[in-house]
């Protein structure tokens, strides 16, 4: 038999027949080489790893649809038999070391860092500032907001933000007086406060989801739902424009939530396209209509700025900056609350009642407004609320960058490496070399890795607010929720002010009971509520629901921002007002 004997005759083949005889054996082939390229010949062939997860990203898939939201923990484990340093799919390095975090993500504008398309794609909103691949033009665009968000503006802001916070807390009161008995997933109301100030503050919009029925748990659920279909647009980018021209009756048939999410979107549309037309009409009441507003919006700011060239303040571009401002702006701050208070009921008697007298101290006149500054020097509350953004994560998934002008060079530090003490030494020895990545590879870190690092957080599931006391100023560069460098998150001065309010204010008035079973009424503390009542500035007890577990307030799924095992009924709270 000769080799052109097992080849397609072609001489008198149709067209048709030459395609259908060509196209499979060049697809044949055109797979094996892309699998030895990707297993032998790829720049990161030698970078450690299962080899599936080398040759293909159904590998990542498979962990991130399909079971889903596990490939964070699978990372997890993967670093612990592979080393620090790993293939995460066919394009990505991943690296364990909490100290390479800083070379990762430099705070140095002129050392480049991209972000990636597939880590972009999951917004759906390509115009938004966290969406912007390029670090140049992400510069230009954060430059463009982030003036808003900066330490004086939010302090400026207290008003606005303490408005809400004490609209919540009325809420609450009234719960606790009109259904006692009827226990609340605080996600919502915390999500409600967040989505309301974000709304407020950088839209001047005025939405009131503390005051509605059920907190708006349809926002608070739609952007979840939003977020969570952000894995899906990952990995097949088709689905987002799919999913967007279904006619919405449909829509809504087929998933209420995400139908919600678009609803949201499309609000913020219709403000930008108003605030656009009014800013261009010859009718000077409307073209000056923004004055009006309490404050400045960030729409009225990037319609006129002048920094920004004319193809950035398009509607479709502003739209996607508003939308994403919200998705981000209120499940993050409202998950890192839910954590809070579980830990705080938890341990009312220790962690909370320490809290609790540094308060009383601080705020002897409970309904008097304190300035955000002065919340922010008391050393207990603060601690608190660090250890409520490490266990809140920020974004649970990985955190990837390009470093487009330079190779990065990894060799593990020491505090990596006690991490694979109980290791044969011959083994722990291959891990001490060094790696350079060349200019160009997509490498990642995990908060979630960072934060869970026993050498750098001693029981690290624990919430022990006491470790930022006992640390000092070191510990704070192993706190990674809200990213690090030029694209460390925007709002962090918010999040930050919001829950050094929220903390303050609720933990001054409520007092905290033994958990409880249905129904919600719990054993009377005797002296405490007697005196609580007497002195009017104690408003109620608060108790955890039977049932709710650290499950309810941990990360079971990776949705890019977490969320607790699939089924939990979320951290549920009994109110009760004297
Ligand atoms: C608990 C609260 C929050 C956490 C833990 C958090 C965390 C994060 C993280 C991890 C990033 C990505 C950083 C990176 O790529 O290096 C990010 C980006 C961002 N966050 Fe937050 N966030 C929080 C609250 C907020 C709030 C309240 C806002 C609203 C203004 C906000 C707006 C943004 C924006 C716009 C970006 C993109 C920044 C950029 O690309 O330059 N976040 N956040």
């Known amino acids: 038999m000769t080799l052109s004997s097992l080849l397609p005759d072609l001489s008198s083949s149709s067209p048709t027949h030459l395609l259908l ?109 966290v969406s912007t691949v390029d670090h140049d033009h992400h510069r230009l665009r954060r430059q463009a907001v982030s003036h808003y968000f900066s330490t004086q503006t939010v302090r400026n802001l207290q008003p606005v933000i303490e408005e809400r916070v004490d609209a919540l807390l009325a809420r609450l009161c ?70 967007e021209r279904l006619p919405p009756k449909f829509l809504a048939s087929i998933s209420p939530a995400y139908r919600s999410f678009l609803a949201t979107r499309m609000s913020i ?146 505090l990596c490496l006690q991490s694979y003490r109980d290791d044969p030494p011959q083994v722990v020895e291959k891990y001490k070399r060094e790696w350079i990545l060349p200019a160009g590879t997509e490498v990642s870190m995990t908060s979630y890795q960072i934060s869970m690092n026993e050498e750098v957080f001693p029981d690290a599931h624990a919430f022990r607010p006491e470790r930022w006391l006992e640390g000092g100023k070191e510990l704070d560069r192993y706190l990674t929720s809200f990213g690090a460098g030029p694209r460390i998150c925007l709002g962090m001065q918010l999040a930050y002010a919001e829950m050094y309010l929220i903390l303050a204010k609720m933990w001054r008035v409520w007092e905290a009971g033994e958990q409880v079973a249905e129904g919600g009424i719990g054993a009377e503390d005797g002296e405490k509520d007697k005196k609580n009542k007497e002195s009017g500035e104690m408003v109620g007890r608060m108790r955890l629901a039977e049932g709710v577990t650290v499950r309810d307030a941990e990360m079971g799924v990776d949705w890019f921002i977490p969320a607790p095992y699939i089924g939990s009924k979320g951290v549920r709270v009994y109110f009760e007002s004297y």
């Open 21 to 129: 005889a060509t196209v499979p054996p060049l697809l044949v082939l055109y797979t094996i080489y892309v699998a030895i390229y990707r297993l032998y010949l790829s720049p990161l062939a030698g970078i450690p790893g299962p080899r599936l997860a080398a040759l293909t990203q159904w590998y990542e898939f498979y962990y991130d649809i399909i079971l889903p939201g596990q490939y964070t923990f699978k990372t997890v484990e993967l670093h612990k038999k592979y080393g620090p340093i790993i293939r995460v799919n066919p394009w990505e390095v991943h690296i364990s070391d909490p100290d390479f975090h800083r070379e990762l993500l430099p705070t140095s504008i002129n050392k480049k860092r991209h972000r990636t398309h597939f880590w972009c794609d999951q917004f759906g909103a390509p115009g938004s500032v």
């Open 174 to 243: 009234e719960h606790g007086k009109t259904k006692k008995q009827t226990p609340i997933d605080m996600l919502h109301p915390f999500s409600a406060m967040a989505y309301d100030i974000i709304n407020e503050y950088a839209f001047a919009k005025t939405e009131h989801a503390i005051e509605h029925p059920t907190f708006r748990a349809d926002v608070t659920d739609g952007l979840t739902t939003g977020v969570q279909y952000g894995k899906l647009f990952q990995h097949i980018p088709i689905l987002l424009t799919t999913l």
């Open 269 to 414: 549309t219709q403000q930008i396209t108003e605030i656009s037309h009014n800013l261009h009409s010859s009718d000077s009441s409307k073209k000056n209509s923004h004055l009006d507003l309490s404050h400045p919006t960030i729409f009225h700011s990037l319609l006129t700025s002048d920094a920004l060239p004319p193809s950035e303040k398009t509607i479709p571009r502003i739209a996607d900056e508003g939308h994403v401002l919200i998705q981000a702006g209120a499940v993050t701050v409202a998950w890192a609350l839910v954590i809070a208070t579980y830990h705080l009921l938890n341990q009312r008697t220790t962690t909370l009642a320490k809290l609790q007298a540094e308060l009383r101290d601080a705020i002897p006149n409970p309904s008097e407004s304190v300035p955000l500054a002065t919340l922010e020097r008391l050393p207990y509350l603060k601690a608190i609320v660090k250890e409520c953004f490490r266990l809140s994560l920020g974004s649970s998934s990985r955190i990837t960058r390009v470093a487009s002008d330079e190779a990065l060079r990894f060799s593990p530090s020491d």
